[in-house]
């Protein structure tokens, strides 16, 4: 089965510095990779996916670039500021076409 | 819309005593998620409905939860007896319901913190 892993765990950056947020996957057989940020107290929202069909994809200051080879996506947010600050989560669908499989996620800490 | 609506916000309860959680998804979504979240074991899904019927349960840790979807606007969650290790924030997420599910976004509530003593 689907196996995902995340990495940092804490990921501190100055304001305005970019932040980048790693995750490795195990089936290469998965397609979809969508990004979650969890601000204090809320639950999870998207923020941005990819699929495997492209190698990148950007939202104003947000990107995800995929490497299917390496089986390796990964978040970068350019000019980081305060209300970045959030645990961020990854995913990849697991072989049963409803479940995803969640990275354990990583608090990003924006410094003043 | 308002989102998913999730009640009680927080919980204490004393070990023992039942626990009954509650989710209104999104109108028009046809699948609903429960989560567990807890530092050591991040994200779990704990059961995963379609169209008002439970697909997988398989993530329910033991006996003491269970859930039901009555209708397609509401769902609980029930532990009975409740114990300190399911202390947890519990999430309900609700997403449309077609073929690709795991590619659709999960459109999660706000949780319920709960607090078995």
């Known amino acids: 089965g689907e196996n995902v892993e995340q990495h940092p765990s804490t990921l501190s950056v100055q304001e305005g510095d970019s932040a980048v947020i790693k995750c490795t996957y195990s089936?290469?057989?998965?397609?979809?990779f969508p990004w979650y940020k969890q601000e204090l107290g809320k639950g999870p929202q998207l923020i941005i996916d990819i699929r495997s069909n492209v190698g990148e994809k950007k939202d104003q200051r947000i990107a995800v670039t995929l490497n299917k080879t390496a089986k390796h996506f990964s978040l970068h947010i350019t000019e980081t500021q305060p209300e970045d600050s959030a645990v961020y989560f990854c995913a990849a669908p697991m072989d049963s076409n409803y479940q995803l499989i969640w990275g354990a996620g990583t608090k990003l800490i924006i410094k003043p | 819309d308002a989102g998913v609506i999730q009640s009680p916000r927080h919980e204490v309860t004393e070990m023992g005593q039942e626990v009954t959680l509650r989710c209104k998804p999104i109108?028009?979504?046809?699948?609903l998620f429960w989560y567990r979240q807890t530092m050591m074991r991040g994200l779990e899904l704990l059961i995963y409905f379609n169209n008002n019927v439970p697909i997988d349960d398989s993530g329910m840790p033991e006996d003491r939860f269970s859930a039901k979807m009555p209708n397609a606007s509401f769902s609980t969650l029930k532990i009975q007896p409740s114990e300190p290790r399911d202390s947890a924030v519990y999430f309900c997420?609700?997403?449309?319901?077609?073929?690709?599910?795991?590619?659709?976004?999960?459109?999660f509530g706000p949780g319920t913190r709960l607090l078995v003593l």
């Open positions: 997420a609700s997403s449309l319901g077609g073929q690709l599910l795991s590619q659709e976004t999960q459109y």
């Open positions: 109108s028009g979504h046809n699948s």
């Open positions: 089936d290469s057989a998965s397609n979809y």
